[in-house]
């Protein structure tokens, strides 16, 4: 015998012969004799299954969703205070949902993009793109919450990296 941990996401009730009893609920047997069935009950719970995904798919920092199921295809941070980072996470955000995706943008005024990217973290968004410091020379940070990994891309080229 092995013990491990595990989370519930659905149970089955047996409800015995009970209530097809007070209904009179037969069928025929393998011999074509009428018997009462004997009733039961099952089902997933979808919020348990959220919690499921939660529970396997996150790091210290936070969540960080399968793309399947993530509330948006793509996280952008303005970074910065000039407004050229603004305008450009917003030409980039625009970009990409031209080219389908579902953006969530965090242009936030007054918030630091320490908070910005704590929240992000906590979010869980799996494909972030980061419009700051490199802005001026022509770069933003493509970063994948799962592995971790950013990398510098040309900003003409953060639509087609990302997609």
Do not use: C
Not at 18 to 41: F, I
Not at 66 to 79: K, M, N, R, T
């Amino acid at each position: 015998m092995e013990l491990a941990r595990g989370i519930e996401i659905g149970h089955v009730f047996q409800l015995g012969r009970k209530y097809a009893e007070a209904l009179d609920l037969k069928v025929l047997d393998e011999n074509g004799k009428l018997v009462t069935v004997t009733m039961g009950s099952y089902g997933l719970g979808v919020t348990r299954v959220v919690a499921v995904l939660a529970e396997a798919n996150n790091d210290e920092k936070g969540l960080i969703w399968p793309e399947s199921v993530s509330p948006a295809d793509i996280h952008i941070v303005a970074a910065g205070k000039d407004e050229v980072v603004f305008e450009t996470a917003e030409k980039l955000a625009l970009e990409l949902e031209a080219a389908g995706k579902s953006v969530l943008l965090d242009d936030r005024l007054k918030v630091s993009p320490g908070v910005k990217f704590s929240d992000a973290e906590l979010l869980g968004i799996p494909h972030i793109i980061i419009v700051g410091r490199g802005l001026e020379q022509g770069e933003v940070d493509l970063w994948d919450r799962r592995s971790g990994e950013r990398r510098s891309v040309k900003v003409e080229l953060a639509v087609t990296e990302s997609l």
